[in-house]
């Protein structure tokens, strides 16, 4: 079975410009959320998403939005990017939200601002 | 609020050395714990997870135990190999509220053959 699918995997932007950011779970997983992971760093948290409606966010601006499609594959948008969001988007996926299920997460979207 | 503490890295041990990563934890009830390890240029992969108190995690030689009395998940493995070599995370899954992670900074580890 395939995993989390992320697209693109690199991608360059400008300061001010706008980035999508897509996301394929792991087939019969519900709940798909975004994390940031700076160099160096852990991830942070964004968003979750279950059944289409927003579970939960993160520490981030409203810059940041997300959502989640009738076939839960979904979509992290960045508006106005700043330099400082130069960062690994990690995806995740799991079955539904509960605190001991297990997350699988993608293999990320390099995004780097210039 | 929910936070997780780990040892800072990097850490370069020899091939067969014991390892010990420690993590504790602050959070609010009984969270889930989980260990994640990022190879260079990769996502995360689970590596091990404990749901309750007392739960020893084991997955690939390694093995973390959830003590909530010193609210810690220290991660230890017997004989450590070159593959071992990664960023290692710990982190936690609140009980309440949405369902995401609060990770630690992460541990680079190197294993000289």
């Known amino acids: 079975d395939a995993g989390v699918t992320q697209s693109p995997t690199h991608l360059i932007k400008t300061r001010g410009q706008q980035v999508t950011l897509r996301c394929s779970p792991i087939?019969?997983?519900?709940?798909v959320s975004w994390y940031q992971q700076v160099l160096g760093q852990g991830p942070q948290f964004i968003f979750q998403?279950?059944?289409?409606?927003?579970?939960g966010r993160g520490n981030f601006p409203d810059r940041f939005s997300a959502r989640q499609f009738p076939n839960y594959s979904s979509e992290l948008n960045v508006n106005a990017l700043l330099l400082g969001d130069s960062a690994l988007y990690l995806c995740?996926?799991?079955?539904?939200?509960?605190?001991?299920?297990?997350?699988?997460f993608g293999e990320g979207s390099w995004l780097t601002v210039v | 609020g929910n936070s997780v503490t780990q040892m800072e890295g990097p850490v370069t041990l020899s091939e067969e050395a014991f390892l010990t990563i420690n993590c504790t934890y602050t959070?609010?009830?009984?969270?889930?714990l989980f260990w994640y390890v990022q190879y260079p240029g990769e996502g995360l992969q689970l590596l091990l997870k404990?749901?309750?108190?007392?739960d020893k995690g084991s997955n690939k030689g390694f093995e973390a135990t959830y003590r909530k009395e010193t609210t810690s998940f220290h991660l230890e493995k017997g004989s450590v190999q070159v593959s071992d070599s990664a960023v290692y995370f710990c982190?936690?899954?609140?009980?309440?509220?949405?369902?995401?992670?609060?990770f630690g900074q992460g541990t680079r580890l190197t294993i000289n053959p």
């Open positions: 959070a609010t009830g009984y969270p889930s």
């Open positions: 404990a749901t309750k108190a007392d």
């Open positions: 995740a996926s799991s079955p539904w939200t509960a605190s001991g299920n297990t997350i699988y």
């Open positions: 998403y279950y059944e289409k409606e927003e579970r």
């Open positions: 982190a936690l899954s609140p009980i309440q509220g949405a369902q995401k992670l609060v």
């Open positions: 087939s019969g997983h519900k709940s």
